[in-house]
């Protein structure tokens, strides 16, 4: 029976000893095929040192957290990205965090409780200027700058994760770490001063968000550095780790603090993920599009929070129970109440679905999309007709609606319906395009030059029809009685009149009276479209001997 066991633990010893080999070899083979060079023990501890003393606490290392903060802190109230990126050019945050990096990989707690007072007083530092800059700013509006850093997302956690194994492989390479710098105080410097930025205008909400975004960066890139730091052997070998009960403690409690708000982040990323892709299908399912359709989809789903859902579709035909349909699929599936906004853009065919889409990308900002949508359910109730498009104009609060050509309506009638959509919307405009179809004339009495009401009403009507369809150039067109001197003075007084009200609304009139045999029109008609453009022909070549 000893035999038995004796020969289990050496088999089970054998299997150890071939994975340390097999992860050896791997390593080995990352390692080349990064170009890192291969360390001595001699070399590697002169490297660890060169990194504990870099990361060590100075006044310069204080200094230069001050005034990076401050730089961030004002680029952010100045919505200004480059100023933001000039800060992250004198951070000083790589050296401690390598430190950290490096403590983990060694599993050295005196190294990492060192290196974890030292980011702490860099952090507080970072806090505090931001606090002050924003206490004494005339300006403390949340700009776009500062939203966006208010919680973290999948693609923040990336960016951390990128620039901490760019770290670590610059460090042990010992190039390019400045360079590599800037990248890691992008994902750490602005989320302190938003910090900052928040308690000092008392938003306790945007501290929060902001802190956990920066513990989060601050996790990834310390845990890619120690991943660098170990798998190209430049870590202390674990045979001389110093396991006393106070390094151990220390070395424990600081992995906790790093690794519970990165873990936090990965299950609201993942949440977030899930609920995106659901909403995704849903989407494409019950409004009958597409998912290139989808032109915009933002999901928030806070830990503590409830789900939000933002999306623009561009679609056919307006549905305006869509948004309904939506929330009731969503609860059955996720077992909670979300917060939809769905704004769907209808656009008929594939010219205004393309310009939709990029409209709908160029209004998109890093906060995501704005909440204040029209009501659109609303203003389609109240033009009550088939609509072939809807633009909205939300820096101008316009809402273009282009309803189908009627039968039997008037350009009198689409305006009273425009007239009738601007009840109850808000601070929205409703702009209701014509069909161009509908001819243009305007009405004189017989014989007369001066307007009366039904001249002045027609002119109005016109004059809106001409600003809805974006016209700045037209032909005034009527004719008279051949040799008629009267009807061709009274043609001209009332094309300089239709003229210069056309005038008014910056729109160009040329006129155009011609002779007919013949009654003279009492009307003024109103040509949009211009004359088609001619073809001339090539005069054909005489044939040879023809002079």
Known sequence: MANTDDHRVHAWLARVDAWRVRLHAWRMR?????????????????????????????????????????????????????????????????SPIAALGFGFASLDGHRIKDAVRVVVIGTVVGVITGMVITGISPIRNATPEIIARTQP?????????????????????????????????????????????????????????????????????????????RISGVARPLSHVELT????????????????????????VSRETRARSTT?????????VSSGKIAQLEVTWPLLGDLSIDAVVIEPIFLPNAEQIVDTSLQRLFSVKPKI????????????????MIDAAMERNTVGLARDVPPF?????????????????????????????????????????????????GDWQVRIVPPVTRPLSIPFPSGSAIADSSTQIAQRVALWA??????????????????????????????????????????????????????????????????????????????????
């Open 30 to 94: 990352i390692v080349h095929a990064a170009s890192i060079p291969d360390f001595s023990e001699a070399e590697s501890a002169a490297l660890r040192q060169t990194v504990l003393h870099e990361g060590s606490l100075t006044s310069g290392y204080v200094l230069m957290s001050a005034l990076s903060a401050g730089i961030a802190t004002l680029g952010l109230l100045q919505s200004s990205a480059a100023v933001v990126i000039g800060a992250m050019l004198v951070s000083p945050l790589m």
């Open 153 to 229: 997302t999948l693609l923040d956690l990336a960016i951390a994760l990128l620039s901490g194994l760019a770290g670590g492989y610059a460090t042990v390479r010992q190039k390019g770490g400045t360079a590599i710098g800037v990248a890691i105080a992008t994902a750490l410097m602005p989320p302190l001063a938003t910090v900052g930025y928040s308690i000092g205008v008392a938003n306790w909400e945007f501290a929060g968000g902001a802190f956990l975004l920066f513990l989060t960066n601050l996790a990834a890139i310390a845990f890619s550095f120690a991943f660098v730091a």
């Open 245 to 268: 009960p106070a390094y151990i403690a220390t070395g424990i409690a600081a992995f906790i603090a790093l690794a519970t708000p990165l873990g936090l982040t990965l299950v609201r």
């Open 280 to 288: 995704r299908s849903l989407l494409t399912k019950e409004l009958h």
């Open 341 to 356: 906004n769905l704004q769907q853009i209808v656009a008929a065919d594939d010219g205004q679905q393309t310009r939709a």
């Open 377 to 425: 359910a609303q203003i389609l109730r109240k033009v009550e007709l088939p609509v072939q498009s809807v633009w909205v104009d939300r820096g101008a609060r316009l809402v273009h609606v282009t309803p189908a050509d009627a039968p039997n309506w008037s350009l009198a009638d689409y305006q009273l319906i425009e007239a009738n959509a601007n009840v109850g919307v």
């Open 466 to 547: 001409l600003q809805r369809w974006g016209m700045t150039a037209v032909t005034l067109e009527t004719s008279v009685k051949l040799g008629d001197s009267s009807a061709t003075n009274n043609a001209r007084l009332r094309m300089a009149a239709v003229a210069a009200i056309l005038s008014s609304a910056n729109v160009r009139a040329q006129t155009s009276i011609q002779s007919t045999k013949g009654t003279s029109a009492n009307a003024i008609g109103i040509n949009v479209f211009p004359p088609a453009p001619t073809v001339v022909s090539a005069p054909l070549a005489s044939p040879k001997g023809n002079r």
